[in-house]
């Protein structure tokens, strides 16, 4: 032991310390976790934890003062802890961009799905390295956490630990957890060690030392008090910030430590400076078309990402269970198994959520991912894509089945409103391609961006094919891929994905005097420039797409969409019953003329 149990005593006490005069100073902050699992957190980083190669996460994020008292102390440079949850500061959650942090953590469950896709990371890079995770009762009352520790047990993820930090509690009293997690999470594949008391130093560092001899994942219940020390120890308000100003100032100075932060700043002085990894993945940009007259947006990204892969491009892909409906498990696909982790496909088993959470970590840890799964479940997964867009990660969703033209499956399998709640998330890229050049675009669109996350919308039908004109530039979202032949646009008509041909015969229909203008990303489309985007839509502005209307009020004078769920039914016959008849809207578009 690098550290003895008097020591880490010392060490835990000025963790406390600090941490107490950031929320102190902050007037808001989570006291319990503070008090009652600083031990866990320092044991871990003064005596485990092999700085800029293992890697930590805090799930409990709620409890970022103790991180980031922990980091500084440690020597990383996080600036001062007096802008903790003050603007430009210390966020009141952990995000990544601290140095030292691993995970943007917030919602619970979180970090331990994206511990475990760190711990994959490492695996798959071969790095030896190893994912430290303390978590809290509240995430493991999360069902992202199960799905995840279900898969890392499945994995074999021999290079994880996950600390619970066990006070039973949580904001409204008894913690509503599993009646057994241990057994539980023993279950689910992992070692479970629980014997471990947050006070022990020494059984808990035995813990961690044997944990790395194990072959399976780890699992370590420390039992704690939350709030321990203060008038409010093992009771439900000492999560927050429920003491008094005297309280906090008699605890801040009985926990102060000379010895303790001079053994910090032994740790400190060994301690390693690393980023996170940017340049995830090689770029190839092979050549690709399709001289198919019918073809589904789905085949079209199978067949490209099947060439992206046979010419180098390093991305670990994988699937909730869906990867040959979505396109997303080609021919260059190898399977990563607990046994081979030279791969490049992962098979999440039905865990969409987790699927997202794990991609997170993947992307934390230097690998770029895609994960795919029908455009409807997107939603089981949204949480953990606005952590990737929050967090610059650069992961890549195919979502394919993108229309009521999913047909028989019936309304719970047909997207309405999902396309247009993905544009509405901050800084994530939604691509919905018509044809084999806008697939190919999507594809190295989402590729080249390593600072946000990418949706890929594709059909499960096969549509016509119209055909990108050469030498388009696609780069500001949008562009007429049907071009009026009168002298004068009076109708523009903006699609996307399989309504593109749709609008080009209603736009034959109508007559000579109307464009159709392709939209395949309405964010690209939205942040060029004001010039371009009124020379584009020219006339009245009609949009068509098989979902919710509203959003599209944005750029168009009429919107024809889908503001209702589906029904059972062959794919072309709904379509036609959701209004989406090529001579009703035709005669619409006309009378909305006169």
């Given at each position: 032991?690098?550290?003895?149990?008097?020591?880490?005593?010392?060490?835990?006490?000025?963790?406390?310390?600090?941490?107490?005069?950031?929320?102190?100073?902050?007037?808001?902050?989570?006291?319990?976790?503070?008090?009652?699992?600083?031990?866990?957190?320092?044991?871990?980083?003064?005596?485990?934890?092999?700085?800029?190669?293992?890697?930590?996460?805090?799930?409990?994020?709620?409890?970022?003062?103790?991180?980031?008292?922990?980091?500084?102390?440690?020597?990383?440079?996080?600036?001062?802890?007096?802008?903790?949850?003050?603007?430009?500061?210390?966020?009141?959650?952990?995000?990544?961009?601290?140095?030292?942090?691993?995970?943007?953590?917030?919602?619970?469950?979180?970090?331990?799905?994206?511990?475990?896709?760190?711990?994959?990371?490492?695996?798959?890079?071969?790095?030896?390295?190893?994912?430290?995770?303390?978590?809290?009762?509240?995430?493991?009352?999360?069902?992202?956490?199960?799905?995840?520790?279900?898969?890392?047990?499945?994995?074999?993820?021999?290079?994880?630990?996950?600390?619970?930090?066990?006070?039973?509690?949580?904001?409204?009293?008894?913690?509503?957890?599993?009646?057994?997690?241990?057994?539980?999470?023993?279950?689910?594949?992992?070692?479970?060690?629980?014997?471990?008391?947050?006070?022990?130093?020494?059984?808990?560092?035995?813990?961690?030392?044997?944990?790395?001899?194990?072959?399976?994942?780890?699992?370590?219940?420390?039992?704690?008090?939350?709030?321990?020390?203060?008038?409010?120890?093992?009771?439900?308000?000492?999560?927050?910030?429920?003491?008094?100003?005297?309280?906090?100032?008699?605890?801040?100075?009985?926990?102060?430590?000379?010895?303790?932060?001079?053994?910090?700043?032994?740790?400190?002085?060994?301690?390693?400076?690393?980023?996170?990894?940017?340049?995830?993945?090689?770029?190839?940009?092979?050549?690709?078309?399709?001289?198919?007259?019918?073809?589904?947006?789905?085949?079209?990204?199978?067949?490209?990402?099947?060439?992206?892969?046979?010419?180098?491009?390093?991305?670990?892909?994988?699937?909730?269970?869906?990867?040959?409906?979505?396109?997303?498990?080609?021919?260059?696909?190898k399977d990563i198994t607990h046994k081979d982790f030279s791969g490049n496909y992962i098979n999440y088993g039905v865990r969409e959520h987790a699927?997202?959470?794990?991609?997170?970590?993947?992307?934390?840890?230097?690998?770029?991912?895609?994960?795919?799964?029908?455009?409807?479940?997107?939603?089981?997964?949204?949480?953990?894509?606005?952590?990737?867009?929050?967090?610059?990660?650069?992961?890549?969703?195919?979502?394919?089945?993108?229309?009521?033209?999913?047909?028989?499956?019936?309304?719970?399998?047909?997207?309405?409103?999902?396309?247009?709640?993905?544009?509405?998330?901050?800084?994530?890229?939604?691509?919905?391609?018509?044809?084999?050049?806008?697939?190919?675009?999507?594809?190295?669109?989402?590729?080249?961006?390593?600072?946000?996350?990418?949706?890929?919308?594709?059909?499960?039908?096969?549509?016509?094919?119209?055909?990108?004109?050469?030498?388009?530039?696609?780069?500001?979202?949008?562009?007429?891929?049907?071009?009026?032949?009168?002298?004068?646009?009076?109708?523009?008509?903006?699609?996307?994905?399989?309504?593109?041909?749709?609008?080009?015969?209603?736009?034959?229909?109508?007559?000579?005097?109307?464009?159709?203008?392709?939209?395949?990303?309405?964010?690209?489309?939205?942040?060029?420039?004001?010039?371009f985007q009124k020379d584009l839509l020219r006339g009245y502005v009609v949009a068509i797409e098989a979902g919710a209307t509203a959003p599209w009020?944005?750029?168009?004078?009429?919107?024809?969409?889908?503001?209702?769920?589906?029904?059972?039914?062959?794919?072309?016959?709904?379509?036609?019953?959701?209004?989406?008849?090529?001579?009703?809207?035709?005669?619409?578009?006309?009378?909305?003329?006169?």
């Amino acid at each position: 032991m690098r550290f003895n149990s008097n020591d880490l005593i010392e060490m835990s006490n000025a963790v406390r310390a600090l941490a107490l005069h950031a929320i102190y100073t902050a007037h808001s902050g989570h006291v319990g976790i503070v008090l009652g699992a600083s031990g866990i957190i320092t044991t871990v980083f003064a005596n485990i934890l092999r700085p800029g190669l293992d890697r930590f996460v805090l799930s409990a994020g709620h409890g970022s003062a103790m991180l980031y008292a922990v980091l500084k102390l440690a020597g990383y440079n996080i600036g001062s802890l007096d802008s903790f949850r003050k603007i430009g500061g210390l966020p009141g959650h952990p995000e990544i961009g601290i140095d030292g942090v691993d995970a943007t953590t917030g919602p619970l469950g979180q970090g331990v799905a994206n511990a475990v896709g760190l711990a994959l990371a490492e695996k798959i890079r071969g790095t030896g390295a190893r994912v430290y995770c303390l978590c809290s009762d509240g995430d493991l009352s999360e069902g992202i956490a199960f799905e995840a520790i279900s898969f890392a047990g499945r994995m074999g993820l021999d290079n994880l630990v996950l600390l619970w930090d066990d006070n039973g509690l949580t904001i409204d009293g008894i913690a509503q957890t599993a009646v057994d997690i241990p057994g539980v999470v023993r279950a689910a594949g992992w070692r479970v060690v629980n014997d471990v008391n947050a006070d022990d130093f020494d059984r808990l560092n035995r813990a961690l030392v044997d944990a790395r001899r194990s072959r399976y994942p780890v699992f370590i219940q420390v039992k704690s008090v939350l709030g321990n020390g203060s008038s409010l120890a093992g009771k439900s308000a000492a999560h927050g910030l429920a003491i008094s100003d005297k309280e906090f100032v008699k605890l801040m100075r009985q926990y102060v430590s000379g010895r303790g932060e001079a053994r910090w700043a032994q740790v400190a002085a060994g301690t390693v400076k690393y980023g996170r990894q940017k340049s995830y993945t090689v770029v190839p940009n092979p050549k690709f078309n399709s001289d198919d007259e019918l073809a589904s947006t789905r085949e079209l990204s199978g067949q490209y990402l099947n060439l992206l892969l046979a010419n180098g491009a390093n991305l670990v892909g994988g699937s909730a269970d869906l990867g040959g409906n979505t396109g997303a498990r080609v021919e260059e696909s190898k399977d990563i198994t607990h046994k081979d982790f030279s791969g490049n496909y992962i098979n999440y088993g039905v865990r969409e959520h987790a699927m997202a959470g794990i991609m997170n970590g993947l992307c934390a840890g230097g690998v770029r991912p895609y994960g795919s799964t029908f455009l409807v479940f997107s939603d089981y997964m949204r949480p953990s894509i606005r952590m990737a867009a929050m967090s610059h990660l650069p992961a890549i969703y195919i979502f394919s089945h993108d229309s009521v033209a999913v047909g028989q499956d019936g309304p719970t399998h047909q997207p309405i409103e999902q396309l247009s709640s993905l544009r509405l998330v901050p800084d994530l890229n939604v691509l919905r391609p018509c044809n084999a050049a806008e697939v190919a675009w999507a594809w190295q669109t989402a590729l080249n961006d390593i600072n946000h996350p990418s949706a890929i919308i594709l059909s499960r039908q096969k549509f016509e094919q119209i055909k990108t004109p050469r030498g388009v530039d696609l780069s500001n979202g949008a562009y007429i891929i049907y071009p009026s032949t009168a002298h004068r646009v009076r109708i523009t008509i903006i699609a996307t994905g399989s309504e593109v041909p749709f609008a080009v015969a209603v736009a034959k229909k109508i007559g000579p005097s109307v464009q159709v203008v392709s939209m395949p990303s309405v964010e690209r489309f939205r942040a060029a420039p004001m010039k371009f985007q009124k020379d584009l839509l020219r006339g009245y502005v009609v949009a068509i797409e098989a979902g919710a209307t509203a959003p599209w009020f944005e750029f168009a004078d009429a919107v024809v969409g889908i503001d209702r769920f589906g029904m059972s039914g062959d794919g072309a016959a709904v379509q036609v019953a959701m209004g989406f008849d090529v001579d009703a809207v035709a005669r619409d578009i006309c009378k909305k003329m006169k």
